[in-house]
């Protein structure tokens, strides 16, 4: 509003009286409250991304390589999560893996009760396929020869189930050759007894107890790993039959996120560097050169920093740490089937396990706080942020082990093998303290 029409409102009041006194005071109101935010830019985050976090915080900076070794992700938890990964999978550097699911097949909680007049039609499985590994186009056919069977033992809701823990199986309902694409679903008419469980039960519990659960598979040397969203719309059991009635009636059976499931995860790493693990599950293969991570039970990794600790705080006993990230460069810069994040635990002193404080940090773009841990592909390097883990570590004077894991290690197929501390990128943490 420019002074022109300033006037113009005290002439109108002039002529209106009151009336052009409330307009002008109003409109003079309206001016001074725009013109501060007319005024006001507001902050951006953009381009801070590519600034070096480092550039952020003053104080001395300093990088320390670290000693590390690959261990057996062993006693991997498997039940109670939505999500799950079968097939049969030959790698050369980590050997073989067997992928089994195991899944509870319920009714609903009110249960369901079939007449005698019902005639069953087909049972079909249909699975909402989350991704396929190795990965390809998604416009990449993938054959698969799938093996669904039923089992001969009940998946129990609330039992412990591990990754090395195999079910009993029984009958095979599903012996074939199907065709699927990344992340659609694939389509199973099953030749399952499930009709006849029926109409021996009507409760929820009767039929668990009957039924059991079933089995997903791939054929040995099918060479692909499918993880399936048990979240999903898509994923369920359906019944199709039909009464001299009615036609074209379904039922569909609880095998979702509700039902229980967990995985068996078998590996093989003879003639290959993980092969020590087939001795003994116990041992550590030492990292100089090349460090293994694997999912689905495979390995993680245990990075000691008490060697840097002690030395550190002996030289620098008053030092406060700023800044501070744990950097992992990959070894092969031009491997794209990377997994997209990894996790840090800190072991305490009777060998239990917990995120590093960092973890619990939300990420804030402006100081850089936050956990991150995901794969930078400018620097071919995961950047984990372990700022009060290692403040922590320097004040208490004593590292018990740093473990890295892969995120949805339980469901991804993703690996990665990192540069070992020999090496002229090695696993290291960067850092700024002062003093």
């Known amino acids: 509003m420019n002074n022109r029409n300033i006037r113009i409102l005290i002439q109108l009041d002039k002529k209106h009286n009151g009336f052009g006194a409330k307009i002008a005071a109003l409109c003079l109101t309206l001016l001074v409250l725009l013109v501060p935010v007319a005024c006001t830019e507001e902050e951006s985050d953009l381009g801070l991304s590519l600034q070096d976090p480092f550039t952020l915080y003053e104080g001395v900076r300093d990088t320390a390589s670290l000693s590390a070794c690959t261990l057996l992700d062993d006693s991997l938890s498997t039940a109670g999560y939505t999500a799950g990964t079968f097939g049969d999978y030959h790698d050369p550097v980590f050997g073989d893996v067997e992928a089994i699911i195991y899944s509870q097949i319920s009714t609903t909680k009110e249960g369901v009760r079939i007449t005698e007049d019902v005639i069953f039609d087909s049972v079909v499985m249909t699975l909402a396929i989350d991704s396929v590994f190795p990965i390809l186009p998604d416009s990449t056919p993938q054959p698969l020869h799938v093996i669904v069977k039923q089992l001969d033992e009940q998946v129990v809701s609330d039992s412990a189930y591990y990754s090395t823990d195999k079910l009993a199986e029984s009958s095979v309902c599903f012996f074939d050759d199907v065709v699927t694409y990344i992340a659609d679903s694939i389509r199973l008419v099953l ?82 560097s993980l092969a020590p693990f087939a001795s003994n599950r116990k041992d550590s293969i030492e990292g100089s050169q090349k460090l293994y991570l694997e999912p689905l039970g495979g390995t993680k990794l245990r990075v000691n920093m008490q060697d840097f600790i002690t030395r550190f705080s002996k030289e ?10 744990l950097l992992l460069p990959v070894s092969d810069t031009a491997e794209t089937q990377l997994p997209v994040r990894v996790l840090a635990l800190k072991r305490n002193a009777d060998g239990t396990s917990q995120y590093v ?16 841990g995901y794969y930078h592909r400018d ?39 990192i540069n070992g501390s020999g090496t002229d990128n090695p696993v290291r943490v960067d850092f700024i303290y002062t003093e």
């Open 191 to 272: 030749n399952s007894n499930i009709d006849s469980v029926l109409r021996k039960s009507c409760s929820q519990e009767d039929f668990i107890k009957q039924a059991k659960g079933f089995c997903l598979k791939l054929a040995p040397g099918s060479n692909k790993l499918l993880t399936v969203d048990f979240s999903a719309l898509g994923t369920r059991l359906s019944l199709y039959y039909h009464t001299a009635e009615v036609p074209n009636l379904k039922y569909d059976f609880v095998i979702n996120s509700e039902a229980a499931h967990c995985m068996y995860y078998g590996h093989n790493y003879a003639n290959t």
């Open 379 to 417: 620097s071919h390097q995961y950047r984990l942020r372990i700022t009060r883990h290692l403040q922590e570590m320097l004040r208490t004077g004593r590292d018990y082990g740093t473990e890295l894991i892969i995120d949805a290690r339980r469901s991804s197929a993703l690996r990665a093998v």
């Open 357 to 372: 404080t960092d973890a619990n940090v939300l990420s804030n773009p402006y100081t850089y706080s936050g956990f991150d």
């Open 316 to 325: 620098h006993p008053h030092a406060v740490i700023h800044y501070a990230e």
